[in-house]
């Protein structure tokens, strides 16, 4: 039995991505995106493909990458190679119809744009990766804009415009998930830390983040490029991010960090999605 249970966690490790924060990075920004278009009077005829395709070519990566050696974690055995070409190539053939779907009658052309923005992300990501670790964080920054711009995307699929609000949601989904991202690498790497003031040595470039992130807010609020209540979406994570230095040093738990920013990234995104429409 331990065998079986060990061969069909394996299995599944070699198709399933393993980010959990890529996935919230991609799914937040693409229901805001569609909840706003939807809510402005927008059509969810373009939704269902375009949701497919998204995910399908998101899930793809991981198959191929176990199938052409890439990955952490590779395809070895025959049937191994066997199990990801073909989930691969299943995914493949389910993303190419959807592909045909969101773009029959040549409609939807400016996601062509989008995709090709959010495919250079990935590529510069890719590149990043393979400098070491000090380039982690950036790496996963520029993926994050890859991943966010699904965003103004579904909001096109639903509205079929690309106007300031498609924007906006673009630029505050990238803003929240870089927020995100320094916070857990603070975490990580503040783990050891045994006082307030190791805390703030080690943790100071995020607050320069947090200072930065609030003062672009107040700029593209006064420039009325963002709304005012759209903004109180980032109160609980600038509000966590300075707490943390106020209390003492625990262990770092990591699943529970990640639960914790899991309802933080859900609760910006029915803030946003509300703050957007209220005048």
């Known amino acids: 039995m331990p065998a079986v249970t060990a061969s ?5 490790s070699l198709i399933v991505p393993r980010e959990h924060g890529a996935w919230g990075i991609l799914l937040v920004p693409m229901l805001t995106g569609a909840s706003v278009g939807l809510w402005k009077g927008g059509g969810a005829g373009g939704l269902a493909p375009f949701s497919i395709v998204t995910l399908t070519l998101f899930w793809l990566r991981t ?3 176990s199938w052409i050696g890439t990955a952490p974690i590779r395809a070895r055995t025959p049937n191994e190679l066997r199990f990801v070409r073909n989930t691969s190539l299943a995914l493949a053939a389910v993303s190419l119809s959807a592909l045909f779907w969101l773009f029959w009658g040549w409609q939807n052309r400016a996601l062509l744009w989008i995709g090709a923005t959010a495919g250079s992300a990935f590529l510069v990501q890719s ?3 393979r400098t070491g670790r000090r380039a982690r964080a950036p790496a996963q920054m520029i993926g994050a804009a890859g991943l966010t711009a699904t965003a103004p995307a579904a909001y096109y699929a639903v509205t079929g415009q690309l106007d300031l609000i498609a924007w906006s949601l673009w630029a505050a989904n990238l803003l929240f998930a870089i927020n995100q991202i320094q916070y857990v690498q603070l975490r990580i790497h503040a783990a050891h830390t045994t006082n ?3 805390k703030l040595s080690a943790g100071r470039w995020f607050l320069i983040g947090q200072t930065i992130l609030m003062a672009l807010l107040a700029v593209a609020c006064a420039e009325q490029y963002f709304r005012w209540y759209a903004a109180v979406a980032f109160l609980p994570v600038l509000f966590r991010g300075f707490a943390w230095f106020a209390i003492e040093p625990q262990p770092l738990a990591i699943p529970a960090l990640g639960k914790s920013e899991l309802i933080y990234a859900a609760m910006f995104g029915v803030f946003l999605v509300v ?3 209220l005048s």
């Open 127 to 129: 590149v990043l990766k």
């Open 196 to 198: 307030r003031s190791e």
């Open 8 to 12: 069909a966690s394996r299995r599944r």
């Open 63 to 65: 198959p191929v990458e």
């Open 275 to 277: 703050g957007t429409q």
